[in-house]
T-cell receptor, first 113, second 112 residues
Framework: RKEVEQDPGPFNVPEGATVAFNCTYSNSASQSFFWYRQDCRKEPKLLMSVYSSGNEDGRFTAQLNRASQYISLLIRDSKLSDSATYLCVVNGAYGGSQGNLIFGKGTKLSVKP | DAGITQSPRHKVTETGTPVTLRCHQTENHRYMYWYRQDPGHGLRLIHYSYGVKDTDKGEVSDGYSVSRSKTEDFLLTLESATSSQTSVYFC???????????FGQGTRLTVV
């Protein structure tokens, strides 16, 4: 089982739509969880950390389900500028990745007018 | 934005030649990382450093070496570049292991 798995998409949605991304992780001992955003041909940028109690930042809501080893990101009222690839990230535990961040392959979002 | 500078930003090199990529930070973060990003694979860790002269291997370290002689600089060397090392290379920094990391703008390397 891959350490971090995401639906690759693409998700094509109209402006104003609500879209949800899901991510599963394999290491039950992981303690740190993040969502990153990556624009085409740019570096990944931290979007938000994910806490056990769930957290919200404006139109973005992240949730963590430790029992199911599942992370989600909800984007409300989508904007054209939200078009990007969203990366699910957890800290790893195996071999050379121990303690380091493990990145999912990303889910591509395209918001259309 | 975090103060991370990668150089060069673009490079084309021939198979078999040595290549060194540089990452420079102004944040005084302890941890520095080199990742590569390829279509279908996402970001994969090559090597990381947890202090001056302290480095360790990541998931895809074969064919790469690193050095960190100063807190602010982390070098990635391809001793003899191969076409399979054509990729986008990102440097990242973090204050602690497993916490949020901040990325440089990337180096696009093509080995012909």
């Amino acid at each position: 089982r891959k350490e971090v798995e995401q639906d690759p998409g693409p998700f094509n949605v109209p402006e104003g739509a609500t879209v949800a991304f899901n991510c599963t992780y394999s290491n039950s001992a992981s303690q740190s969880f993040f969502w990153y955003r990556q624009d085409c041909r740019k570096e990944p940028k931290l979007l938000m950390s994910v806490y056990s109690s769930g957290n919200e930042d404006g139109r973005f809501t992240a949730q963590l389900n430790r029992a199911s080893q599942y992370i989600s990101l909800l984007i409300r009222d989508s904007k054209l500028s939200d078009s990007a690839t969203y990366l699910c990230v957890v800290n790893g535990a195996y071999g050379g990745s121990q303690g380091n961040l493990i990145f999912g392959k990303g889910t591509k979002l395209s918001v259309k007018p | 934005d975090a103060g991370i500078t990668q150089s060069p930003r673009h490079k084309v090199t021939e198979t078999g030649t040595p290549v060194t990529l540089r990452c420079h930070q102004t944040e005084n973060h302890r941890y520095m990382y080199w990742y590569r990003q390829d279509p279908g694979h996402g970001l994969r860790l090559i090597h990381y450093s947890y202090g001056v002269k302290d480095t360790d291997k990541g998931e895809v370290s074969d064919g790469y070496s690193v050095s960190r002689s100063k807190t602010e600089d982390f070098l990635l060397t391809l001793e003899s570049a191969t076409s399979s090392q054509t990729s986008v290379y990102f440097c990242a920094i973090s204050g602690q292991l497993g916490t949020e990391a901040f990325f440089g703008q990337g180096t696009r390397l093509t080995v012909v």
